[in-house]
């Protein structure tokens, strides 16, 4: 069983930046093939980020390029999400997932999530 929890959420004006953290625990981490989605209201979830077991391939969806980086510390078990230049449109519930597939883009390609962590971005 592979527990996945978030933390870092919160209000910020646009512009700002949020710093998610998401703290992994169940089996050996640096295993973890690791990906970030979110939701919006009355949305589909989508794919934000993912990252490989090692940290050393990322893949990111076109709405976040250059704005958002994910990386790893396998030694603190833990996938960050940097999130600088925030706009209103990436207020979400924001999960952190992992799954079997590397740089897995579609949501059903992973298997275990976290309860979310709610970013709020105001204009």
């Known amino acids: 069983q592979v527990q996945l929890v978030e933390s870092g959420g919160g209000l910020v004006q646009a512009g700002g930046s949020l710093r998610l953290s998401c703290a992994a625990s169940?089996?050996?981490?640096?295993?973890?093939?690791m990906g970030w989605f979110r939701q919006a209201p009355g949305k589909e979830r989508e794919f934000v980020a993912a990252?490989?077991?090692?940290?050393?391939?990322?893949k990111y969806a076109d709405s976040v390029k250059g704005r958002f980086t994910v990386s790893r510390d396998n030694a603190k078990n833990t996938v960050y999400l940097q999130m600088n230049s925030l706009k209103p449109e990436d207020t979400a519930v924001y999960y952190c997932?992992?799954?079997?597939?590397?740089?897995?883009?579609?949501?059903?390609?992973?298997?275990?999530w976290g309860q979310g962590t709610q970013v709020t971005v105001s204009s």
């Open positions: 997932a992992t799954g079997p597939v590397r740089l897995g883009v579609p949501s059903y390609e992973y298997d275990y």
């Open positions: 990252l490989s077991w090692s940290g050393g391939n990322t």
């Open positions: 169940g089996r050996t981490f640096s295993s973890y093939r």
